[in-house]
């Protein structure tokens, strides 16, 4: 059993940034960890994923060169860093994992292990 616990979220001006952080009971490296978001009426959509072996990161295309995700194996906590942050990045975002398989996934459903979610707000 894993649980993580995330943390970092927070109201923001448009163009601003946030760290949202992801601790883990488990190692970080045996698994494949992800962030999802989740606005209100919206279904939850993914954001980025790292590998546990080996740490190549992918991101939704709307995402890549603004949030960068990073992992700290021995701390076993996974970093998601958002920039240039816009009004319709605001939502609940929650951290997931599951064992580190042969494929990675951008649904949520094969992932077995959620966060309680962190509200992130951004203003314009």
């Known amino acids: 059993q894993v649980q993580l616990v995330e943390s970092g979220g927070g109201l923001v001006q448009a163009g601003g940034s946030l760290r949202l952080s992801c601790a883990a009971s488990?190692?970080?490296?045996?698994?494949?960890m992800a962030w999802f978001r989740q606005a209100p009426g919206a279904e939850r959509e993914f954001v980025a994923a790292?590998?546990?072996?080996?740490?190549?990161?992918y991101y939704e295309d709307s995402m890549k060169g603004r949030f960068t995700m990073s992992s700290d194996n021995a701390e076993n906590t996974v970093y998601l860093h958002m920039n240039n942050l816009k009004p319709e990045d605001t939502a609940v975002y929650y951290c997931?994992?599951?064992?580190?398989?042969?494929?990675?996934?951008?649904?949520?459903?094969?992932?077995?292990?959620w966060g309680q979610g962190t509200q992130v707000t951004v203003s314009s």
């Open positions: 997931a994992a599951r064992l580190t398989g042969r494929y990675y996934y951008r649904t949520p459903g094969p992932y077995d292990y």
């Open positions: 488990g190692r970080t490296f045996s698994y494949d």
């Open positions: 790292i590998r546990g072996n080996g740490g190549s990161t």
